[in-house]
């Protein structure tokens, strides 16, 4: 079905399309000791805590045009943060004709758009291998709308708002709506790939794989890192404190690590 901004399909009742964005991000830090474990892990525990996750999902709503019915946010111990907010119809205009583009979304300072109705979920995971070196961070966002405006908007902003070192991004229309004429429709617009909603500037920086099923309205697309540089993945030093061997064990432990993340499986 191919639609223009000047094309609209008179529905039948309430357009019953569910469209749901999956937003996973990974950040990965070598923690030589304990010490160095616990430290980092208090880092990203206050970096993100609840509040900022909270603020960071208002701008969200804020993107997609939502209306906060109710917000619930938990710190847990000894890690982790989650956020879950319901949030209903915006002001009623015409959906804007950007809409209809594959194009990445606005930032918060830019925004025209309105939501019919919608919920929002973050959770938060530290973690680290039990062997000691290792410890990853992901956040895990679910921005779920009804209606016409797709959550895909919101994916510029929230790549923006992490420190990624990869991402891992689904997008599902669920369900159908129906045209006056009583035809099913189980897409109401055009999408070829989730990165046409990502910056070029972004999109420079990550290896990026797709694995879309469009029959089933069903995209994925996985972001690794492309530049690596070591001082960003130790915690409280640099490089320049490790001898050759050193340098080079850990490199190799960190790119082992973010292959295995990337591509899904475990690599001996």
Same mark, same amino acid.
């Given at each position: 079905?191919?639609?223009t901004p000047?094309?609209v399909i008179?529905?039948?009742g309430?357009n019953n399309l569910?469209k749901t964005?999956?937003f996973? &991000?990974y ?5 030589? =000791? ?5 430290? +980092?892990?208090?880092?990203i525990?206050e970096? +993100?805590?609840?509040?900022r996750l ?12 939502a209306h ?7 710190d847990y ?7 879950? &907010?319901? @949030?209903?119809e ?7 004709t ?12 830019? !925004?025209v ?12 995971? %530290? $973690?680290?291998h039990?062997?000691?070196g290792i *410890?990853?961070?992901?956040?895990d ?8 405006i797709?959550?895909?908007k ?5 790549i923006?708002?992490?420190d990624t070192?990869? &991402?891992?991004?689904?997008?599902? !229309? ?17 999408? *070829?790939?989730i990165?046409? +909603?990502? %910056?070029?500037?972004?999109?420079d920086?990550y290896?990026?794989?797709? @694995?879309? @099923? ?5 995209f994925? =697309?996985k972001?690794k ?10 915690f409280? +030093? ?8 050193e $340098?080079?064990?850990i490199?190799?432990?960190l790119k082992?690590? &973010? ?9 001996t």
């Amino acid at each position: 079905m191919k639609l223009t901004p000047e094309q609209v399909i008179t529905l039948h009742g309430f357009n019953n399309l569910t469209k749901t964005l999956s937003f996973n &991000m990974y950040d990965i830090c070598y923690t030589k =000791t304990a010490e160095e474990r616990d430290a +980092y892990l208090a880092y990203i525990d206050e970096q +993100y805590n609840s509040d900022r996750l909270k603020n960071i999902l208002k701008d969200v709503a804020d993107i997609i045009g939502a209306h906060t019915l109710h917000i619930a946010q938990q710190d847990y111990v000894p890690q982790g943060a989650s956020v879950t &907010m319901l @949030v209903s119809e915006g002001p009623i205009v015409e959906v804007p004709t950007e809409h209809y583009d594959e194009s990445p979304g606005p930032l918060p300072e830019s !925004v025209v758009i309105q939501l019919d109705k919608s919920h929002i979920t973050v959770h938060t995971y %530290p $973690e680290y291998h039990p062997n000691g070196g290792i *410890s990853t961070f992901r956040a895990d966002i679910d921005v779920s709308t009804c209606g016409e405006i797709s959550p895909l908007k919101a994916l510029n902003y929230l790549i923006h708002s992490f420190d990624t070192d990869i &991402m891992t991004i689904d997008y599902r !229309v669920r369900g159908f709506t129906r045209d006056a004429d009583g035809h099913k429709l189980y897409i109401d617009h055009e999408i *070829s790939s989730i990165q046409n +909603y990502i %910056p070029d500037e972004i999109i420079d920086m990550y290896d990026m794989i797709d @694995v879309n @099923v469009y029959q089933e309205n069903i995209f994925h =697309t996985k972001c690794k890192l492309r530049k690596f540089d070591l001082n960003n993945y130790l915690f409280g +030093y640099t490089k320049d404190k490790l001898d050759p061997g050193e $340098e080079k064990e850990i490199t190799e432990s960190l790119k082992k690590e &973010m292959d295995e993340i990337f591509y899904g499986k475990n690599i001996t």
